[in-house]
Nanobody, 126 residues
Framework: AQLQASGGGLVQAGGSLRLSCAAS????????MGWFRQAPGKEREFVAA????????YYANSVKNRFTISRDGAKKTVYLQMNSLKPEDTAVYYC????????????????????WGQGTQVTVSS
């Protein structure tokens, strides 16, 4: 699987961005999808995940109620809508994917994902 993330950029605090991650896979519906981020000088951290069915989502506490993860099976794309952005959201954002058997599984650990995109920079100015 190959993942192509896009949509990053520079935004003022309180603004919004939508990240996209297009997956080059044969069967998108068997992949659990996740977003992670890495700020300068920090380790990569979990942001959000969505099950293959799209019915189950999970968020880091730091982004809950501000970010929304979704997926479009026809476009084989996962999205991360980011609202009310804060300077501490500044990071390189990575999408990740992994094949799972259950359609209702989400994964929140890096080691649970086999496939990674190249990352897209999000910078939030104060």
């Amino acid at each position: 699987a190959q993942l192509q993330a896009s949509g990053g950029g520079l935004v003022q605090a309180g603004g919004s961005l939508r990240l996209s991650c297009a997956a080059s896979v044969r069967t998108f519906s068997i992949y659990v999808m996740g977003w992670f981020r890495q700020a300068p000088g920090k380790e990569r951290e979990f942001v959000a995940a969505i099950s293959p069915s799209g019915r189950v989502t999970y968020y880091a506490n730091s982004v809950k109620n501000r970010f929304t993860i979704s997926r479009d099976g026809a476009k084989k794309t996962v999205y991360l809508q980011m609202n009310s952005l804060k300077p501490e959201d500044t990071a390189v954002y990575y999408c990740a994917a992994d094949v799972v058997v259950s359609t209702e599984v989400v994964k929140i650990k890096e080691e649970g994902y086999d496939y990674w995109g190249q990352g897209t920079q999000v910078t939030v100015s104060s």
